[in-house]
């Protein structure tokens, strides 16, 4: 196997999984692609095949492989098994899991077999999740801890994949904020608000919706308080089903993530916008495999984004012309 064949992209055939395909591709990295079965999608490209549920299977699929990329949802079901056959084959392991419980089973299953292992464990290393522990991280810069913190997430629209609604449906746990300094249950009924975002966005109804970047803050930073807004117009898209998934390209879709830092009096605010919520995972996932690859990263175990990598610099790193971030 050469060294451009030491990346895996596990479901690869999938909407983000394609993305990342290209973008590794992009990239020089030439993938070894996979997934629960066979797919004629990348006839020029070498495959592996594995079910999750066969852990020796597994573990056959990363033989000689230094990063595997799950694009596999819902990751309730992939994360644990792919990830746990990583660590034992010494594979560095990312995925784009939203699901807050994903991730908290991946820190309390592999944090110390990973330490154990050497290798590193990055879950939600993507739009949702990810993209908002990045932010937030270079925001506060040395610091580590706020008082008060606030994201909110803004798309014009959006066109939900098929993984998307199988994900919503298979995720029924309670999600998660950050309440005096603690995990704690969202209320119900979730607060609602309003947001100026970056324009063509602009003034939004939100409601307070957490993903996973709730877990992945709360594994590397001191929060009292932290609430995650989305507005509610994709919400009404999502919940249609008659609205249709996207094109096979990029999209129209323009998105905003802001977070909102409180100490005392100050006020400090980091902001990143886009172009299509999927699209936009590929080159951060990218990054985070080259990086891993090249040794750019900090520690083993099971981490988060902006644990595991220079958050500031990984943010300004990121090869995509629709993608800027900026924080003050």
Same mark, same amino acid.
């Given at each position: 196997m050469t060294d451009s064949q030491r990346?895996?992209?596990?479901?690869?055939?999938?909407?983000?999984?394609?993305?990342?395909?290209?973008?590794?591709?992009?990239?020089?990295?030439?993938?070894?692609?996979a997934g629960r079965g066979p797919s004629s999608r990348f006839p020029d490209l070498p495959q592996r095949t594995a079910s999750v549920d066969d852990g020796p299977g597994l573990r056959a699929?990363?033989? @000689?492989? =230094?990063?595997? +990329?799950?694009? $596999?949802?819902?990751?309730?079901? !992939? &994360?644990?098994?792919?990830a746990t056959a990583a660590v034992e084959t010494g594979t560095h392991y990312l995925d784009v899991t939203a699901e807050q419980p994903a991730v908290q089973q991946l820190y309390r299953e592999l944090d110390a077999p990973a330490r154990s292992a050497g290798t590193v464990v990055v879950p939600a290393m993507a739009?949702?999740? @990810?993209? =908002?522990?990045? +932010?937030?991280? $270079?925001?506060?810069?040395?610091? !580590? &801890?706020?008082?008060?913190?606030?994201?909110?997430i803004g798309l014009d629209r959006w066109w939900p994949t098929a993984g998307t609604r199988v994900t919503g449906a298979?995720?029924?746990?309670?999600?998660?904020?950050?309440?005096?300094?603690?995990?704690?249950?969202?209320s119900v009924p979730a607060a609602t608000g309003k947001w100026d975002f970056?324009?063509?966005?602009?003034?939004?109804?939100?409601?307070?919706?957490?993903?996973?970047?709730?877990?992945?803050?709360?594994?590397?930073l001191d929060i009292g308080t932290l609430r995650s807004w989305l507005n509610t117009a994709p919400l009404d898209d999502l919940h249609d089903p008659d609205t249709p998934a996207p094109e096979?390209?990029?999209?129209?879709?323009?998105?905003?993530?802001?977070?909102?830092?409180?100490?005392g009096a100050e006020r400090r605010r980091g902001t990143a916008t886009g172009r299509d919520i999927y699209a936009s995972t590929a080159p951060m996932l990218v990054e985070?495999?080259?990086?891993?690859?090249?040794?750019?990263y900090r520690g083993?175990?099971?981490?988060?984004?902006?644990?595991?990598?220079?958050?500031?610099?990984?943010?300004?790193?990121?090869?995509?012309?629709?993608?800027?971030?900026?924080?003050?």
């Open positions: 990346v895996l992209v596990y479901g690869a055939s999938g909407h983000t999984g394609k993305f990342v395909v290209a973008e590794l591709l992009r990239r020089g990295i030439q993938p070894i692609v699929l990363l033989d @000689g492989v =230094a990063v595997v +990329l799950n694009c $596999a949802g819902p990751f309730l079901d !992939t &994360a644990l098994p792919l739009f949702y999740g @990810g993209l =908002a522990d990045l +932010l937030l991280t $270079a925001t506060l810069g040395p610091e !580590t &801890a706020a008082a008060e913190v606030e994201i909110a298979r995720n029924t746990a309670t999600r998660l904020v950050i309440r005096d300094g603690v995990l704690a249950p969202l970056p324009e063509p966005i602009g003034a939004q109804s939100t409601v307070e919706l957490p993903f996973s970047e709730v877990v992945t803050i709360d594994r590397h096979r390209g990029r999209s129209a879709q323009r998105f905003a993530v802001e977070v909102v830092v409180a100490s985070a495999a080259v990086r891993l690859l090249d040794g750019r083993s175990g099971a981490l988060a984004p902006g644990e595991a990598f220079a958050a500031a610099e990984f943010l300004r790193a990121i090869p995509d012309a629709d993608f800027e971030a900026g924080w003050h």
